[in-house]
């Protein structure tokens, strides 16, 4: 596994209760959780890794790789965290990459 980066912090003040959001699933929340995914991998051939979110959908490409997950509010959970980590290891096992998220940083396989 390959650190892909460090968790946003101030990710977590854009959470529903305590910050408005009229979307029901937190995209506020989300984009500052995503933006610092978006960076290249330290591996020998210095793969481009972004994420992006539009709508309901997050896209995670990698290199050439590319999948999508969904953000399901009634099938998954209507917390913003538990939806996102759902979504995002939907759209790697469809990129068909190996997605980890601890509690300080993000690793990826690809």
Known sequence: MIKLCDLNPAAKEK??????DKSNIGVHYI???????NATLTDAEAT????KRKGLRVTLRVGTKKGDGLMRRLAVSPDPVVMLEAALQEAANAAGVALQINATEILIEP
Not at 15 to 20: A, E, N, Q, S, T
Not at 31 to 37: G, H, N, S, V, Y
Not at 48 to 51: I, P, Q
């Open 31 to 37: 984009d500052a959780f995503i933006a610092p995914m």
């Open 48 to 51: 481009r890794v972004s994420c």
């Open 15 to 20: 959470l529903p209760p305590g910050f408005r």
